[in-house]
């Protein structure tokens, strides 16, 4: 796949708006009043399977009605909206290509259906070939493919009018290493470039991967939004935990439990302490303060859970 260097393109901000969202199959809520809005950059759309990211990515395409509040490309519906459709790409879990196709001749055509013409077709089809990292491939046949190589083309061809916004669902399933990190590549290219990117999954190192803008889902309804770090600062009533590694850390442990309201709980392992507290930013200086004293020896602070796997499972318990 090609590199990112001189590749920023200046492209008008697009917002992909969910206003009011609200979906139900039969008896099932499927999206519960939901209100999102996606701008340029990688978002992450992060939930468990049956969190309701399918259904909200069907409706952002166009593919789904709404049965309650809007879904807006730039202020205007995206639903039967040709002008918007045509602003949008789409990666689907599901697989429809052509086996029989070479690579090359399923993009050429798939262009020519965009609105190429002639010589214009074949240029479009090689550029998203090349941005893919399919060159080498682009003449053989389809039912070849890997899974990582089918999911490229796939990409392909949700690149090939260039778009606006980019939707992908579950993007990465069955990929290698090596096919994960080259997706994953040209999505964060794709964002630095301005494309507003929308990504769901429901593995978090995944999303982690690609950024650390998120929306966590779960049961039809948006649970967080921001970053990992925004919205860890948001659960003030949560403890953090915060691993300190000292050859003392039951003389450690002493002196912070003096401190009025700092700790909440404590354990050891082994030359480690782990503190939990309400107020990590006052640990910190009140273990500053001992070294500087001579009083203790702290050779690291390590923050333990702010990664999106804790965030997560806080907000789910």
Avoid at 58 to 84: C, E, T
Avoid at 122 to 134: F, K, M, Y
Avoid at 199 to 206: A, G, T, W
Avoid at 207 to 226: K, N
């Amino acid at each position: 796949m090609t590199t990112a260097e001189s590749r920023t393109v200046s492209r008008p901000a697009t917002e992909l708006r969910l206003e009011r969202v609200t979906r139900w199959y039969g008896d099932v809520i499927a999206l519960n009043d939901v209100d999102l809005c996606f701008g340029p950059g990688v978002t992450g759309l992060l939930g468990p399977n049956g969190a309701g990211k399918t259904t909200m990515i069907r409706l952002m395409v166009g593919l789904a009605k709404q049965g309650d509040g809007r879904v807006l490309l730039d202020g205007a519906p995206v639903r039967n909206n040709l002008s918007a459709l045509a602003r949008i790409g789409y990666v689907a879990d599901g697989d429809g290509l052509y086996d029989e196709q070479k690579a090359r001749e399923f993009l050429h055509d798939q262009a020519r259906l965009r609105g190429f013409q002639g010589d214009a077709a074949h240029s479009r089809a090689d550029v998203v070939l090349e941005r893919v990292g399919l060159s080498a491939a682009a003449d053989r046949p389809i039912g070849g493919f890997s899974k990582g190589m089918r999911q490229r083309v796939k990409l392909a061809q949700a690149l090939l009018h260039d778009p606006d916004v980019l939707v992908l669902d579950e993007p990465l399933t069955g990929l290698d290493p090596i096919m994960r990190r080259d997706f994953i590549q040209v999505v964060r290219e794709l964002g630095d470039e301005g494309v507003t990117v929308v990504v769901s999954s429901h593995v978090l190192h995944e999303i982690e991967a690609m950024t650390d803008a998120i929306v966590l889902m779960r049961y039809g309804q948006v649970l967080a939004e921001g970053t990992v770090t925004d919205i860890r600062d948001k659960l003030d009533t949560e403890p953090r935990r915060v691993a300190l590694s000292t050859p003392e850390p039951r003389t450690l442990a002493r002196r912070l439990i003096t401190v009025d309201g700092l700790v909440t709980g404590l354990s050891f392992d082994d030359g480690l302490l782990t503190v939990l507290t309400l107020d990590p930013e006052q640990l910190c200086e009140q273990v500053q303060e001992l070294v500087l004293a001579g009083d203790i020896s702290v050779s690291s602070i390590d923050p333990l859970d702010e990664d999106l796997r804790s965030v997560f499972a806080y907000l789910v318990q």
